[in-house]
Antibody
Framework: QVQLVQSGAEVKRPGSSVKVSCRAS????????INWVRQAPGQGPEWMGR????????DYAQNFQGRVTITADESTSTGHMELSSLKVEDTAVYFC???????????????WGQGTMVIVSS | DIQMTQSPSSLSASVGDRVTITCRAS??????LNWYQQKPGEAPKFLIY???NLQSGVPSRFSGSGSGTYFTLTITSLQPEDVASYYC?????????FGQGTKVEIK
């Protein structure tokens, strides 16, 4: 059973960048998309973007266009999300999540990482 | 973007009660609707896909229905371990979007 293991918490200054990693433990990404979802304190989840590792193609939410870069390294089964020009409002828990291994439900989020807290503060 | 609107935002019910949460999409999404359960401090857990299909291992007291723009998540007999926030998510078109959540508590 694949698990997604994320990197540890980060504290960043406004204007800086953060890079969060997500490693597939016990398996590989396979043919599934790796999505990044963030959740600000007390708020619902917000989709940021995704990558399909076997194709190397990425899609991003308009809200994050130009600030987020999502990459994946199939050889290490590790994905990365880098968010630049950080603002205080980017303080949130960032999750990686893998698409479902169910025909017709590949864009549902079946497996989740444990989350990475990113705090942006001056 | 497709907007997902859940109601109520919170509810309190007794153990054994039937609980229903609704989710409306701002446009037709067929059956591309998924539900998640999130307990405090945890990642969301995948419950239902395709509006009505129960993910493996999810208790049968959970069920989903609907299509088009109107969807429901029902817990037929609320249990203490069901205290959580519940989110709908559309997987019809990018950007994938979530509802704002429904917090379920025990009365």
């Amino acid at each position: 059973q694949v698990q997604l293991v994320q990197s540890g918490a980060e504290v960043k200054r406004p204007g800086s960048s953060v890079k969060v990693s997500c490693r597939a433990s016990g398996g590989t990404f396979g043919n599934y998309a790796i999505n990044w979802v963030r959740q600000a304190p007390g708020q619902g989840p917000e989709w940021m973007g995704r990558i399909i590792p076997i194709f190397g193609t990425s899609d991003y939410a308009q809200n994050f266009q130009g600030r987020v870069t999502i990459t994946a390294d199939e050889s290490t089964s590790t994905g990365h999300m880098e968010l630049s020009s950080l603002k205080v409002e980017d303080t949130a828990v960032y999750f990686c999540t893998r698409g479902a291994s169910i025909v017709g439900a590949q864009d549902a989020f079946e497996i989740w990482g444990q989350g990475t807290m990113v705090i942006v503060s001056s | 973007d497709i907007q997902m609107t859940q109601s109520p935002s919170s509810l309190s019910a007794s153990v054994g009660d039937r609980v229903t949460i609704t989710c409306r999409a701002s446009q037709n999404i067929a059956s591309y609707l998924n539900w998640y359960q999130q307990k405090p401090g945890e990642a969301p857990k995948f419950l239902i896909y395709g509006a009505s299909n129960l993910q493996s291992g999810v208790p049968s007291r959970f069920s989903g229905s609907g299509s088009g723009t109107y969807f429901t998540l029902t817990i037929t007999s609320l249990q203490p371990e069901d205290v959580a926030s519940y989110y709908c998510q559309q997987s019809y078109t990018i950007p994938w979007t979530f509802g704002q959540g429904t917090k379920v508590e025990i009365k």
